[in-house]
């Protein structure tokens, strides 16, 4: 399968049927998780709906992939499943000035086929873990030695206090 991952809508275009449903999948790039030192471990995958409701083309999908993510304790690698829904709307670009500024979140379409890459990519990066964690109780790695403290015990003295805060010491 190609690098996009296209819909036809000709059938609802044409008014033969009001819903249809499509399955597609595709390689997403691993540029798109450079930033955060990831990759894609398998392919993109979406099941999806679309309804014509008139001018407008309204469609819902479920996309599912893995992710190799680097820990933010210890930066050991380590897959992340990411499973999101997502709605859409679509509309041919002959129509595009009747829609207002406000509905910006329109996609507007020339032909029949639709590719509907970009906006499973977008949802695929927003459900991205914010911190990513290898399991719930990472120890992390030593900030003096950079041993990983899941795999060996550490015997660096850490000193917890804040050298601003130092002199508080002194108080008791």
Known sequence: MGCNMFIDLKDLKSQLIKIEQYSVETNLSDELLEDLGGRFLEKCKAGLTVERTGRLYLGNGIA??????????????????????????????????????EETDIMFFHDTRVDIKPIVQEMILLHLPMRMLCRKDCQGLCVICGVDKNNEKCTCKVDEIDPRWEKLKDLQ
């Open 64 to 101: 599912e992939t893995k992710v190799q993510l680097p820990c933010s304790r210890c930066l050991k690698n380590s897959p992340y499943l990411i499973k999101t829904e997502f709605t859409f709307s679509l509309a041919e670009s002959i129509y595009e000035s009747e829609f207002t500024e």
